[in-house]
T-cell receptor
Framework: GAVVSQHPSWVICKSGTSVKIECRSL??????MFWYRQFPKQSLMLMAT?????????EQGVEKDKFLINHASLTLSTLTVTSAHPEDSSFYIC??????????FGSGTRLTVV | QKEVEQNSGPLSVPEGAIASLNCTYS??????FFWYRQYSGKSPELIMF????GDKEDGRFTAQLNKASQYVSLLIRDSQPSDSATYLC????????????FGGGTRVLVKP
């Protein structure tokens, strides 16, 4: 089946630094990648939709200059959290649509900003 | 009103019993519905997908869709402690394009 590899699985960074999260589609071409954020005991919140070769579409309330998304190829999408602060600490998950009935999720990245 | 609504739980069921989870949605144009299971600290994994009215069974799981009443449910038969997780209902409303809209999730606890 379709696999989305997400790295790193967890990261701790200092406040003010930037962190890059990668999602790779291993055996299919992901034209579209969705990026979610999940706070403890809450559901997934869609942050943005990235399309290969074009600018990402951000959901209302998500700062595009803070959460930089790049989808430069059909197999790689990245999310960079710039100037991270403790309130950005969360579980970040990517997902790709793999067919009419399929949405494959990455394994998630636990970000802790100290 | 949220597009997809679920009871947050926790839904506590004894081992071997049937767990019944419900989900309602507001966009009558929604066609596709998904049930995901999410263990703590892990990403969601697809349990069931349903788009036709009626029941769909896969092993111990049965999804039920009623478009007239705008609800979709998930039954877990012979519940096991390993079924303890949060179950997320999601729809794909037409206005959202390819985006999934998730409910808040129902936490299920299966007690031995």
């Amino acid at each position: 089946g379709a696999v989305v590899s997400q790295h790193p699985s967890w990261v701790i960074c200092k406040s003010g630094t930037s962190v890059k999260i990668e999602c790779r589609s291993l055996d299919f071409q992901a034209t579209t990648m969705f990026w979610y954020r999940q706070f403890p005991k809450q559901s997934l919140m869609l942050m943005a939709t990235s399309n290969e070769g074009s600018k990402a579409t951000y959901e209302q309330g998500v700062e595009k200059d803070k959460f930089l998304i790049n989808h430069a190829s059909l197999t790689l999408s990245t999310l960079t959290v710039t100037s991270a602060h403790p309130e950005d600490s969360s579980f970040y998950i990517c997902s790709a649509k793999t067919g009419p009935t399929g949405y494959t999720f990455g394994s998630g990245t636990r970000l802790t900003v100290v | 009103q949220k597009e997809v609504e679920q009871n947050s739980g926790p839904l506590s069921v004894p081992e071997g019993a049937i767990a019944s989870l419900n989900c309602t949605y507001s966009d009558r144009g929604s066609q596709s519905f998904f049930w995901y299971r999410q263990y703590s600290g892990k990403s969601p994994e697809l349990i069931m997908f349903i788009y036709s009215n009626g029941d769909k069974e896969d092993g111990r799981f049965t999804a039920q869709l009623n478009k007239a009443s705008q609800y979709v449910s998930l039954l877990i038969r012979d519940s096991q402690p390993s079924d303890s997780a949060t179950y997320l209902c999601a729809s794909n409303p037409p206005a959202a394009g390819n985006k999934l809209t998730f409910g808040g999730g129902t936490r299920v606890l299966v007690k031995p």
